[in-house]
């Protein structure tokens, strides 16, 4: 090793007079090529770097500006501005020259000039920069227009203008200039110097060199020996591989030092097969004169090797150094396990993820996100976001929206979004974006997508079944509530709460006990509750509530089930109320309505079974009442049969009085009505009620100012006001006052007046009170019965009320009774205005002569006993009579007889024919036939409702001599009739 040294000094010992001469002369040789170079090419490489520059900072960024525009401008702004420091300005221009971002910020958006609008087609029409020079307020400034293009687009799509201050860069070139002329001087000043102090320190450094050499070599020997690689120094041979130097660190990797290396060969270091695999691959590097890396594995620690080969005095040797990377490795490993980790988290999520970074290009995606928005295959692999963008937004059904929303979150890269997309093919995706930070850089954005289609269709079906729950149970009125069995608050249902008049707080809950308070029967349904949770027993039941908020009380029904726990505690109550306060008045409407039902239907049974009875109870009385007539008219009133007889035909016609009341209740009583002033009518009875009430009592009359008038029997206002009359009196003991009233009143839906058959109309209302001993609820329920009264044995024959009452409702009207034990009573009469005029009747004295005539009289009656009796009466009044059995032998009768027939009397109620038919068919052959109809009573037969028709002739048995002789003269006399 030392003679090696020494050679070499003695070579550079001659060679170094040379080196110095031809050093000064390539100094002087370069100072005089720098200085006319910088001269001459001054102008043309500062241009030539601007150039340069702005190619380079354009090819980078010209993908950016794309059709997300302005955000990806601006960032080539900031490029631009950092790295030309003498940038005067920037503008990016369109095509229309229009511009669209500029350094200056008040020139966005703002026209060019007419000449910039040359330059930029000369510099878009050749496709190539156009470098110009300009004056600007005094200033030279060189202009730099370079074309840019968009997207994928191959046609320009603008220009971008670049002005730089050409003093500045002429100053800065001046400068450079002037450093170069003064290096170079130093330059061969310094050089002229150190050849200077070579050529006085040459011989001293020629004799340090060896010392020096000596030093190095053992140098490099300490490093081989201490190096933090495993370096090493093989001699190789196609057969061997043998260590020259090692360091010691070797003894960490094969558990002997490099000292102990020295001289050994791979075969005596390492396994036969790893030897062989290294004496192989020493070799290759050597014969091949190449570099080689190597990794391997020994005793459990990865390994690479770095082998290249030297060359020393004419041999190939081999040098190398081995680095333990067992650490490294395991990095690699836990990285690339993290990165698979990230993979599999990034596949498996359900859903789309798209990350892209600060700079527009994408670094991540999921084979969700290729699925969802159908990217075609090769679009992601550019890394490039506008073309991926372009794709998405093509399928939005408001794609200016979505867009919109883009460029916002890349305007303000640090927001985060979450929003719903919804897509042209009827999908529904959520969208939720969020920048990503590095410590505190934002470098990307990261995107997720979930398609939310289905989810959104059942959302859209569970809140339509919803509203139509809510909507049935408001219909219903119905609430749900939740009891909390351990926090004794409730959950209910704006319904259930709006109930109660309450508010919840804001977790929709309230305590149980301001709902106790709103309940009035508290303590029982207090003790439902405890009976249900305790016990399971069944809660149904009504409950009054009366709402906090003072609306109406409600009534509620409320139905619940306790929910326990697997143990069977219990964990909470479920129930549901409803409103059933208008159900219960219906209900109890239609109870009263039943109840009026019932007892229509029982009056109406009654007046059907009275009015049978009074029909052939009449036809009794009819025989009786004329027989006793036909004997008394003979006799002498002091003949002793006289008074028998009298007393007879006054028990017969008290009987007739009770069965016209029995027909009066019945509505069977046939009666003539007429257009009255009720006013006049009551007026013309007043005396004859005085006189039935008698003096202690004071009545009271105050009749109603334009009374309307009412179609009515004049006759059935006296038997009314009567009848109440003597039931006034009868309640009044000793002194008392009964008062008469009328007025006009117009009734509506709301006064039903307890009447099944209101009519809503007009009315005439006449009211009867007195201050008597009142009745009560029991005795009011029955006071319009027949036979029903509160008086003695022989006081009273229950008929008077129950007579006011047929003869109201067979006039269409109702009545109303109030009374109150010790109170007195009121009874107040409506009856229904008629629109004509009413008619003043003169009421003339009845005792007038009975008198007979001389017509032909046929008579019907299929009662034989009526038949002879009337027959006698008849013939007793000196007509002619011709009498039938039944309508057909009557026929027979006027078809053989040849004379005039002046009157038909005839039944109602017979076999064959009623006795209207009947008359139909003989008035055909008989001009100018009269006729009576008679009948114990009508079965609305001549009569509706036992009301007669207009120009009818009626007479009601049982009658009597007078009264028929009366009846024949008045309808015979009778013009035009």
């Given at each position: 090793m030392a003679t090696k040294t020494q050679t070499i000094t003695r070579q550079v010992g001659r060679t170094r007079s040379l080196a110095f001469g031809l050093v000064m002369l390539v100094i002087m040789l370069i100072a005089t090529s720098i200085s006319g170079y910088f001269s001459y090419n001054l102008q043309k490489s500062e241009e030539n770097r601007l150039a340069g520059t702005i190619g380079t900072i354009l090819s980078e960024s010209i993908n950016r500006i794309s059709f997300s525009g302005k955000y990806h401008s601006r960032i080539l702004l900031e490029e631009m501005q950092k790295k030309l420091p003498e940038l005067a300005y920037i503008s990016v221009e369109t095509l229309d020259g229009i511009v669209e971002a500029h350094t200056d910020s008040t020139q966005n958006d703002t026209p060019i000039t007419q000449e910039e609008r040359d330059l930029n087609h000369h510099a878009i029409d050749g496709d190539t920069t156009v470098i110009t020079e300009k004056t600007i307020n005094g200033v030279a400034v060189k202009e730099v227009l370079v074309p840019y293009r968009t997207g994928l687009r191959?046609?320009?799509?603008?220009?971008?203008?670049?002005?730089?201050?050409?003093?500045e860069a002429r100053s800065k070139q001046l400068s450079n200039l002037f450093i170069h002329i003064l290096i170079i001087i130093a330059l061969t000043i310094s050089a002229v110097w150190i050849m200077e102090m070579l050529s006085r320190r040459?011989?001293?450094?020629?004799?340090?060199?060896?010392?020096?050499?000596?030093?190095?070599?053992?140098?490099?020997?300490?490093?081989?020996?201490?190096?933090?690689?495993?370096?090493?120094?093989?001699?190789?041979?196609?057969?061997?591989?043998?260590?020259?130097?090692?360091?010691?660190?070797?003894?960490?990797?094969?558990?002997?030092?490099?000292?102990?290396?020295?001289?050994?060969?791979?075969?005596?270091?390492?396994?036969?097969?790893?030897?062989a695999t290294i004496t192989a691959d020493d070799w290759a590097v050597v014969s091949n004169n190449k570099v080689l890396q190597v990794d391997e594995e020994l005793n459990g620690r990865s390994y690479t090797s770095i082998k290249f080969p030297i060359i020393q005095g004419g041999r190939t040797l081999l040098a190398g150094y081995t680095i333990d990377i067992t650490e490294r490795k395991k990095s690699e490993d836990l990285l690339s396990y993290s990165n698979s980790l990230t993979t599999a988290a990034l596949e498996s999520t359900p859903d789309a993820i798209l990350v892209v970074k600060r700079d527009g290009k994408i670094a991540r995606w999921n084979q969700k996100f290729v699925d969802l928005w159908k990217v075609p295959e090769g679009l992601l692999d550019t890394t490039i976001d506008d073309p991926v963008l372009q794709h998405v937004t093509a399928q939005m059904a408001?794609?200016?929206?979505?867009?919109?929303?883009?460029?916002?979150?890349?305007?303000?890269?640090?927001?985060?979004?979450?929003?719903?997309?919804?897509?042209?093919?009827?999908?529904?995706?959520?969208?939720?974006?969020?920048?990503?930070?590095?410590?505190?850089?934002?470098?990307?954005?990261?995107?997720?997508?979930?398609?939310?289609?289905?989810?959104?269709?059942?959302?859209?079906?569970?809140?339509?079944?919803?509203?139509?729950?809510?909507?049935?149970?408001?219909?219903?009125?119905?609430?749900?509530?939740?009891l909390d069995v351990a926090t004794g608050r409730i959950w209910a249902s704006d319904l259930a709460y709006d109930m109660y008049g309450l508010k919840p707080s804001p977790d929709n809950t309230i305590e149980l006990s301001k709902v106790k308070d709103c309940t009035v029967n508290r303590e029982i349904v207090r003790q439902a509750m405890v009976d249900l949770i305790e016990k399971d027993e069944p809660y149904n039941m009504e409950i009054d509530v009366e709402p906090a908020n003072g609306n109406e009380p409600l009534s509620i029904r409320s139905i619940a089930k306790c929910i326990r726990d697997e143990e069977g505690r219990p964990v909470k109550v479920v129930g549901v109320i409803q409103n059933i306060t208008e159900m219960k008045r219906a209900e109890n409407e239609r109870l009263k309505l039943e109840a009026q039902l019932q007892q229509a239907q029982k009056m109406e049974l009654v007046g059907l079974l009275a009015g049978g009875v009074a029909h052939d109870f009449n036809n009794i009385l009819g025989v009786i009442i004329g027989h006793a007539d036909l004997a008394m008219a003979p006799l002498n009133p002091s003949h002793p049969l006289f008074a028998h007889l009298e007393a007879i035909r006054k028990a017969a016609n008290h009987s007739a009085d009770i069965t016209r009341q029995l027909l009066a209740f019945a509505r069977k009583q046939t009666i003539a009505p007429k257009v009255i002033s009720l006013n006049e009518a009551i007026e013309g009875t007043l005396n004859m009620l005085r006189r039935?009430?008698?003096?202690?009592?004071?009545?009271?009359?105050?009749?109603?100012?334009?009374?309307?008038?009412?179609?009515?029997?004049?006759?059935?206002?006296?038997?009314?006001?009567?009848?109440?009359?003597?039931?006034?009196?009868?309640?009044?003991?000793?002194?008392?006052?009964?008062?008469?009233?009328?007025?006009?009143?117009?009734?509506?839906?709301?006064?039903?007046?307890?009447?099944?058959?209101?009519?809503?109309?007009?009315?005439?209302?006449?009211?009867?009170?007195?201050?008597?001993?009142?009745?009560?609820?029991?005795?009011?329920?029955?006071?319009?019965?027949p036979f029903f009264t509160t008086k003695g044995i022989g006081k009273g024959t229950g008929l008077g009320l129950a007579t006011v009452y047929g003869a109201v409702k067979q006039n269409r009207g109702f009545i109303n009774v109030y009374s109150e034990p010790g109170k007195g009573t009121s009874f107040t009469i409506y009856l229904p205005r008629h629109s004509g005029k009413a008619i003043n009747e003169i009421h003339e004295s009845t005792a007038e002569q009975v008198v007979g005539g001389n017509e032909t009289i046929l008579l019907v009656e299929d009662d034989s006993a009526i038949l002879n009796m009337t027959t006698m009466m008849l013939q007793s009044l000196g007509y002619t009579v011709f009498s039938a059995t039944f309508p057909s032998e009557a026929i027979r009768l006027t078809d053989e007889f040849s004379g005039k027939i002046n009157l038909l009397i005839t039944?109602?109620?017979?076999?064959?024919?009623?006795?209207?038919?009947?008359?139909?068919?003989?008035?055909?052959?008989?001009?100018?036939?009269?006729?009576?109809?008679?009948?114990?009573?009508?079965?609305?037969?001549?009569?509706?409702?036992?009301?007669?028709?207009?120009?009818?002739?009626?007479i009601q048995k049982p009658f009597s001599r007078n009264e028929l002789a009366k009846k024949i003269r008045s309808i015979l006399e009778l013009k035009g009739s």
């Open positions: 191959l046609e320009p799509s603008g220009v971008v203008r670049i002005g730089i201050n050409v003093n040459f011989s001293r450094r020629l004799n340090e060199s060896e010392q020096a050499l000596r030093e190095s070599n053992d140098l490099f020997t300490l490093f081989m020996r201490h190096s933090p690689f495993y370096a090493f120094i093989k001699d190789v041979t196609p057969s061997e591989s043998r260590v020259l130097q090692a360091s010691d660190n070797y003894r960490q990797m094969i558990g002997i030092t490099g000292s102990d290396m020295v001289g050994k060969t791979m075969a005596e270091l390492f396994p036969a097969d790893l030897a408001q794609p200016e929206t979505f867009l919109a929303k883009v460029l916002e979150l890349y305007d303000h890269p640090e927001d985060s979004s979450v929003d719903t997309l919804f897509l042209a093919d009827g999908r529904v995706v959520e969208r939720y974006s969020q920048p990503l930070q590095i410590k505190d850089e934002i470098v990307g954005r990261f995107w997720s997508f979930r398609n939310i289609t289905e989810r959104k269709r059942m959302e859209d079906a569970l809140q339509a079944s919803e509203s139509r729950l809510l909507e049935a149970q408001k219909m219903a009125d119905v609430g749900n509530w939740e039935l009430i008698g003096e202690d009592i004071e009545l009271t009359w105050r009749p109603g100012e334009s009374l309307w008038a009412v179609k009515v029997d004049p006759s059935q206002i006296d038997q009314i006001l009567a009848n109440l009359c003597i039931n006034a009196r009868a309640a009044i003991s000793g002194v008392g006052n009964i008062t008469v009233e009328t007025c006009n009143c117009t009734m509506d839906d709301g006064y039903l007046l307890g009447q099944s058959d209101f009519i809503p109309g007009d009315y005439v209302r006449i009211s009867l009170s007195d201050n008597g001993c009142g009745m009560d609820q029991e005795t009011l329920s029955h006071i319009f019965e039944d109602m109620v017979m076999p064959e024919m009623n006795g209207r038919d009947l008359a139909k068919h003989i008035l055909a052959n008989q001009s100018g036939l009269k006729c009576l109809f008679m009948s114990g009573y009508t079965a609305d037969i001549i009569a509706n409702q036992g009301i007669l028709d207009e120009g009818v002739c009626f």
